[in-house]
């Protein structure tokens, strides 16, 4: 924060960058920009700190030498937290998270950069509060949940999930044939009466398919994910770190080919329902 030192939020709300701690608001590119200039003036300060040599010299030695065997440290990355210097250890697929040391929001840049750096990003609208509101609106009428659905310290735990997603394109042409029949029956006197009406139908067309969500995250199930759409990508906007900022994030670890196994899937069953809605 510019006004208190304070690690400021991306608000739900107002779309900005607010301090928790004195409610100091700046746009979301003016934050982005500072934290800029505030890298490059730290790396300038390291590189004339350590040209002038007057740091101490102290030749620590371990108490134990104990290292990490290999293969227990696969999947897991050392990040250091820029408020209090902490290293935080977390996984590899982690985007952002809390420094446990000062609780300090943090970023993994390093994970968002290269072929790694979302496009898009759509911010979150509703914040922590009304998340609480719509969970306990839910509890309500069902007397036999267990007592940790309700704990306060539980649902306090309720974080801003970003989850990343692929997204499809696609344009199809279609042609179906369809083994239609109409059946009639009616009575004559004692006798029933049965009359069976065969019909070839064919359909075809073309059908063109925008930003098809596909789930990038092997931990986020897919049929859940699906199950909250559609998403307004007209609220989406073009990706910056800052609106990880008091969310948590996670990077994407299914690759475009095994999503779009995904995507095709769903292509096709949308076309056969398409196409199969205008057979009556």
Same mark, same amino acid.
């Given at each position: 924060c510019p006004a208190c030192g304070g690690a400021m939020e991306f608000d739900s709300k107002s779309q900005k960058m607010k301090c928790p701690y004195c409610d100091t608001e700046i746009a979301v590119e003016e934050f982005q920009k500072m934290q800029e200039n505030k890298q490059q003036t730290a790396s300038d300060g390291v590189y004339s700190e350590n040209q002038s040599g007057s740091q101490d010299k102290v030749d620590w030695q371990a108490a134990n030498d104990n290292q990490w065997a290999e293969g227990e440290t696969d999947g897991m990355r050392v990040y250091v937290c820029e408020s209090c210097g902490g290293e935080i250890i977390? %996984? %590899?697929?982690?985007?952002?998270?809390t420094c446990p040391?000062?609780?300090?929001?943090? +970023?993994? #840049?390093? $994970?968002?950069?290269?072929? $790694? #750096?979302?496009?898009? +990003?759509?911010?979150? #609208?509703?914040?922590?509060?009304?998340?609480k509101a719509a969970y306990y609106s839910h509890l309500k009428g069902k007397p036999f949940l267990p007592k940790v659905f309700k704990d306060e310290?539980?649902?306090? %735990?309720? #974080?801003?999930?970003?989850?990343? &997603?692929?997204?499809?394109?696609?344009?199809?042409?279609?042609? &179906?044939?369809?083994?239609a029949r109409n059946l009639r029956v009616w009575e004559n006197g004692d006798t029933e009466y049965t009359e069976h009406e065969h019909y070839l139908v064919e359909r075809g067309g073309s059908v063109r398919f925008e930003r098809i969500p596909a789930d990038g995250s092997e931990k986020m199930d897919d049929t859940l994910m699906e199950s909250i759409e559609p998403f307004d990508f007209s609220e989406a906007v073009p990706f910056t770190p800052a609106y990880l900022a008091g969310f948590v994030a996670d990077r994407y670890d299914v690759d475009m080919e095994e999503c779009l196994e995904r995507a095709k899937e769903r292509i096709t069953s949308s076309a056969e329902t398409v196409f199969g809605n205008t057979v009556t």
């Open positions: 977390a %996984e %590899e697929t982690t985007g952002a998270t040391y000062c609780g300090n929001r943090v +970023v993994m #840049k390093g $994970q968002f950069s290269g072929d $790694q #750096k979302p496009d898009y +990003v759509i911010p979150f #609208k509703k914040d922590k509060k009304a998340a310290n539980h649902i306090d %735990e309720i #974080k801003g999930v970003y989850v990343p &997603f692929w997204l499809f394109d696609a344009d199809t042409k279609s042609h &179906f044939m369809y083994d």
